[in-house]
């Protein structure tokens, strides 16, 4: 019988790498999606999902009335949301966008899974944990980059592989983080109410080849394409000496845990995992710049001591239950990340500019 997955923000980076990958896994699947097609770039990946015979419906999950215009799927990627940590506090988004984007729209993508029993994938985030608790980690300095500090006490849900998901996620955890955190909780109280299988992955930094990045949301993809473009780069808070690391993985890597997810079947155990880059994909801001500057030249960041809000030092998260539960791990490496990305932006000199930026 063949199947039908529904992904929404489908012309977004991740939702139209996901959308292409789940084609290429599975034989008897059709994908369609949902987008408001509002962030720049959209469009490019509207044409390119349509020409692998990916039906796009331009809509807006914030409607309750454009679900309407979609066919019965028997699961849900929901990859549609604000990313943008900073998102409500800086910039042209309000906190009430934030949380109509986020949160609100949600309650629709839920209703749909319920009136079409479809099973749900939610993909949330690494911030949706503690910022106090992650800034008082013990860190040392080590290769121009922060690294936890393994011979000191760690706290609840810290190994030296990286955040679990028993870490704290008590407030503040930015707006953003909240709403994710909140997406998952009623996520999960709809799966148990109505039947509906739920799987919620907290996710990394997720990079790669034509993500639309902004210094707030894709920075890997956004710090390659700057610096090569010899834009002015900054290294904000924590000194300005940017040692603050975050991990990377593919998009590519996570449909392939999904895949993995979808097949399994059980009721109840662990709804909720980590997924990203861990220990081996995790870079500083700092050691990612002279990796560009091997490869296009120098290009000095200027120093920003200032703090920002919602900043954290580090970032790595721990697979380990994934690996555990599903025999999954991530496959491409940070090299290849970057390299795919230093390419890409070689071969497209104008992807700021088409980016919004």
């Known amino acids: 019988m063949k199947r039908t997955i529904l992904i929404t923000g489908i012309c977004g980076f991740v939702g139209s790498v996901l959308a292409r990958c789940m084609l290429e896994r599975s034989e008897g699947l059709s994908v369609c999606g949902i987008d408001n097609l509002m962030r720049p770039g959209s469009e490019i ?82 911030r949706v944990y503690s910022i106090p608790a992650l800034a008082s980690l013990p860190l040392i300095t080590e290769d121009d980059a922060f690294r936890l500090d393994d011979s000191a006490p760690l706290p609840k849900g810290v190994t030296r592989n990286g955040v679990g998901i028993e870490f704290s996620t008590s407030a503040p955890i930015s707006l953003y983080g909240s709403t994710k955190l909140a997406s998952e909780a009623l996520a999960m109280e709809y799966g148990k109410a109505f039947d509906i299988p739920v799987w919620i992955n907290r996710c990394g930094v997720l990079a790669g080849a034509g993500q639309f990045g902004t210094p707030d949301q894709g920075i890997f993809s956004y710090w390659l394409n700057a610096h090569l473009r010899r834009r002015p780069l900054r290294y904000i808070g924590f000194d300005g000496k940017g040692k603050q690391v975050r991990d990377a993985f593919h998009p590519r890597d996570l449909a392939a845990l999904i895949g ?30 002279l990796w560009c500057d091997a490869l296009f030249g120098p290009n000095v960041p200027a120093e920003d001591p200032q703090p920002r809000t919602y900043d954290i030092p580090w970032m790595v998260m721990d697979n380990a239950d994934a690996q555990r539960d599903f025999n999954w791990g991530v496959e491409i490496s940070i090299e290849q990340i970057l390299g795919q990305i230093a390419a890409h932006a070689k071969q497209n000199p104008d992807w700021l500019e088409r980016s919004g930026i």
């Open 45 to 126: 990946n509207r044409t390119q999902l349509r020409k692998v015979g990916v039906k796009v419906v331009h809509g807006d999950i914030r409607s309750a009335s454009d679900f309407e215009m979609l066919p019965p799927a028997d699961w849900v990627i929901d990859a549609a949301a604000n990313p943008s940590v900073l998102a409500g506090v800086q910039g042209g988004f309000s906190s009430r966008q934030l949380l109509e984007h986020n949160l609100g729209s949600l309650f629709n993508v839920l209703e749909y899974c319920k009136a079409h029993k479809a099973g749900l994938f939610l993909l949330s985030t690494s």
């Open 260 to 289: 993995i997810q979808m097949q399994t079947e059980r009721s109840g155990g662990q709804r909720i995992y980590n997924v990203g880059g861990g220990v081996d994909n995790a870079r500083s801001l700092a050691q990612l710049t």
